[in-house]
């Protein structure tokens, strides 16, 4: 669902869509905190997940920019330790054949998560 937020900048309407988005950012912002205090080693996190984090970008900004504008929480930052995470996985490049040598699908999750407008 964030992907396609990525793709699409659609934020679902219904609360039980909305509340599975946060509920799962929420997760993956705990993910990241795990990352960040070590208590996970931050390059198996990266490792596992850089390219769903790369393509969940755009979706998760978008998601910040509506919440931001409908001023739909007190904390002044969502996520914030997702963003520190997903900043990581902009330039992580695995040894492992998901990424091809030459970092030729950075551009293909660029095309896929700009908006179509
Ligand atoms: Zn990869």
């Given at each position: 669902m964030v992907r396609r937020i990525s793709e699409t900048s659609d934020i679902p309407k219904d609360d039980l869509n909305v509340r599975l988005?946060?509920?799962t950012l929420g997760v993956f912002d705990n993910m990241a905190m795990f990352a960040?205090?070590?208590v996970i080693p931050t390059?198996?996190?990266l490792e596992l997940w850089h390219h769903p984090l790369n393509e969940m970008y755009e979706?998760?900004?978008t998601?910040?920019?509506?919440a931001r504008e409908k001023n739909e929480s007190s904390a002044a930052e969502l996520w914030p330790?997702?963003?520190?995470?997903l900043d990581k996985a902009q330039s992580y490049h695995s040894t492992l054949p998901c990424c091809p040598p030459d970092?030729?699908?950075r551009?293909?999750?660029r095309r896929l998560a700009a908006p179509s407008r």
């Open positions: 988005l946060y509920r960040r205090h070590k390059k198996w996190v979706g998760v900004e998601l910040r920019k509506n330790q997702l963003w520190i995470l970092n030729s699908w551009g293909r999750i």
